[in-house]
């Protein structure tokens, strides 16, 4: 992909937990809109212990959780639908956010840097990321890079690394301990049946037929979820018993292995319904 310009450092100030304080303080505020970022960041600084500086704010609109109207800044029916989500579930919404970003947002780096990064600590199943490693997944971030961002020279270093795993540190169950990544064997319901939606549209399925899931989907399905491979099929079990208005096992069966149906592409917003 031939580019000019691509952004793939993530300062630490752009963090998952800043992204749930913007939507607390604005849920609570009893304003539906602000007239700026800066009035908006005075606001949210009244009441918490925030950051002076805005990386935020434009990281929450990148990610579709503020916009801006004719009545000013505010909350999307995205950020309205985080308010409402559990604490754990949250988190792990987030990050499907940042991951899952790079897919309609091919513009968005970070994203991408954040994709490649899960990806690359998921493959090693367990690692501690200490300083040799830490500048090891800066090389092969950087080398990946050049090949796909053809003819940028995008920044990168261990301070970024420090920035992605700041939407890792909220998960739970952790996948992060003591600078050591591990694999998890449990996840929200919601986050599975986003992923699986994820996967879906990537491979162009149709709803309301059978998907497949093939070893490349449910690899796909558990790199995403940060899952071991082998608890996938509990985990999709309770996504489709929670959520049956958007999923349900498929009508065929057989060595191919296991089929679901996309009654609806998950989104955040329905996994209220």
Not at 76 to 103: C, E, I, K, T
Not at 116 to 138: P, S
Not at 230 to 248: K, M
Request: proline share 4%; hydrophobic share 45%; with cysteine.
């Amino acid at each position: 992909m031939a580019t000019e310009h691509v952004t793939l450092h993530l300062d630490p100030v752009r963090s998952s937990e800043h992204m749930r304080t913007i939507v607390e303080a604005m849920s609570q505020s009893g304003r539906e809109a602000f007239g700026s970022y800066a009035e908006l960041l005075s606001a949210i600084r009244e009441r918490y212990a925030f950051t002076d500086r805005t990386e935020p704010l434009s990281m929450a609109r990148l990610l579709g959780i503020l916009e801006d109207g004719a009545s000013g800044i505010k909350l999307s029916v995205l950020g309205q639908s985080l308010y409402r989500l559990r604490p754990d579930v949250a988190a792990d919404v987030l990050h499907f956010l940042l991951y899952s970003a790079w897919s309609a947002r091919p513009d968005l780096g970070v994203s991408w840097a954040y994709r490649v990064f899960c990806d690359h600590l998921w493959a090693e199943g367990q690692i501690v990321l200490d300083a040799a490693n830490r500048k090891q997944l800066v090389a092969d971030v950087l080398s990946l890079a050049e090949a796909k961002f053809e003819g940028a020279r995008p920044a990168f270093s261990t301070k970024s690394v420090l920035g992605l795993r700041k939407w890792l540190e909220p998960l739970t169950p952790p996948v992060l301990e003591n600078d050591c990544f591990h694999r998890r064997d449990l996840c929200s319901r919601e986050l599975v049946l986003l992923a699986v939606g994820h996967v879906a549209r990537e491979s162009s399925a149709q709803l309301n037929t059978d998907l497949l899931l093939t070893p490349e989907r449910r690899e796909a399905v558990a790199r995403l979820c940060l899952l071991e491979p082998s608890v996938l099929d509990r985990r999709l079990d309770q996504a489709l018993a929670a959520f049956p208005h958007l999923a349900e096992a498929g009508t065929r069966t057989g060595s191919y292995g296991r089929f679901i149906r996309l009654r609806e592409y998950p989104t955040v917003e329905l996994l209220l319904d």
